[in-house]
């Protein structure tokens, strides 16, 4: 039996205690390193907290380069109502119930909408910053939907025919309509606009014939419309002034033999297609663009424990803004979010603003933020 010696206990407490910092010494400086690391990432983005109305977080839907936000807050009467946000005036209510659908902003603060009337009707509706509101007519929102506003007030949506087919339609004021369903169609509906007066839309032929089209009411050479090519009409987002339409597609081979990868992708009339960036996951997904062609995206991550354990250790959803220069860029870091918590983009301006509300794991909505460009950190 080997004898121990009190020298050789002093030495291997010794080696013990060296060990013991060299382990604690090598955990303080990963942890500094990444501490710093994280300080020296580059902060693209202030965030402003848009204030509360009636104790309830302000919803926004839209905004306007003019970072002019419209949405909704909870009126004294506990109902919802239309309202705008500004730097200058704050959350002003505009006098407006709303009913359901969506709402939109043109850069001239033009408000397009469905409202709710004191009987209790849906009605569409155009209100202007000097004229106030207006009903749009002929065809109420009883009879269709709106969807997008353009420069100069037209609004784009749809409309139910009298035959009861729904077919996509354009307000050039709030008594004039424009038919835009494409010849053949059994039904279709007009989902956005650009200040050129592209509008982007989609369609039916029947249940197994379905398509995006593409209307240019500015081009006296154009035939009406184009059908946009693709299988899906939900691969396509949206529409900017520049003519180009965001999408999602398979990417041809880059290599041989090599399997193609879904990339983001621009697509235009008159050009080839524009493969932007692989999108990494079948959970990824663009959502904005504006005319800078900087795209919204975003990615669903799933750790190894939310396979086994999905209630504990539940999918996390990251937003990223796609730049052409800088790249990808996280917008969850210039947020302060909670473990759970999720940012839900409403909308992306021109200006490279986006905003959006945080919610909480279970949907709640805790605050609304304007994320806004730190011009020095965007020099091209």
Same mark, same amino acid.
């Given at each position: ?12 407490? *010794? *080696? ?61 009467? +506990? ?38 009337? !004191? ?28 969807? /997008? ?8 949506? /749809? ?23 494409? !010849? ?16 982007? +839309? ?49 990417? !041809? ?8 990868? *879904?990339? /983001? ?65 996280? #917008?969850?870091?210039? #947020? ?26 279970? +949907?709640?909505?805790? *605050?609304?933020? #304007? ?10």
């Amino acid at each position: 039996m080997e004898h121990v010696t009190p020298d050789h206990k002093d030495a291997r407490r *010794r *080696r013990l205690r060296c060990l013991v910092v060299v382990f604690c010494v090598v955990g303080l400086a990963t942890v500094s390193a990444v501490f710093l690391l994280r300080l020296a990432e580059p902060r693209f983005y202030r965030a402003v907290i848009l204030p509360s109305y009636g104790g309830q977080p302000f919803r926004p839907f839209a905004m306007n380069d003019r970072n002019q936000i419209v949405g909704l807050v909870t009126t004294r009467r +506990g109902g919802l109502g239309v309202a705008l946000w500004d730097r200058e005036q704050g959350i002003r209510e505009l006098g407006i119930g709303f009913s359901e659908g969506t709402l939109a902003i043109n850069n001239a603060g033009q408000i397009g909408g469905e409202m709710c009337d !004191p009987n209790g009707k849906t009605l569409g509706f155009l209100w202007d910053p000097n004229a106030g509101m207006s009903q749009i007519g002929p065809a109420g929102v009883d009879e269709g939907r709106l969807f /997008a506003i353009g420069d100069g007030g037209r609004i784009v949506g /749809a409309y139910k025919t009298d035959s009861g087919s729904v077919h996509a339609c354009m307000w050039e004021d709030t008594g004039r309509m424009r038919d835009l369903n494409p !010849p053949g169609a059994s039904c279709s509906a007009a989902d956005h606009i650009n200040s050129s007066g592209q509008v982007l +839309g989609h369609f039916d032929h029947n249940t197994s014939d379905r398509g995006l089209c593409l209307w240019d009411l500015a081009d006296p050479n154009f035939t009406d419309w184009m059908s946009v090519p693709g299988e899906s009409t939900g691969l396509y987002r949206d529409l900017n002034n520049g003519g180009y339409v965001l999408g999602e597609g398979l990417c !041809p081979e880059e290599r041989p033999g090599a399997w193609p990868r *879904r990339y /983001a992708m621009l697509w235009h009339r008159d050009k080839d297609p524009t493969w932007l960036f692989p999108l990494v996951n079948l959970d990824a997904h663009v959502a904005y663009l504006n005319d800078a062609n900087q795209v919204v995206y975003y990615e669903t991550h799933r750790s190894t424990l939310s396979k086994w354990f999905p209630r504990r250790f539940p999918p996390c959803t990251r937003l990223f803004l796609w730049d052409p220069t800088h790249g990808s860029i996280s #917008l969850d870091k210039c #947020l302060k979010l909670g473990g759970r918590d999720y940012f839900a983009v409403c909308d992306l301006n021109n200006e490279g603003c986006i905003v959006g509300v945080v919610e909480s794991g279970k +949907g709640v909505r805790k *605050r609304a933020v #304007l994320l806004e460009p730190i011009a020095g950190k965007w020099r091209r």
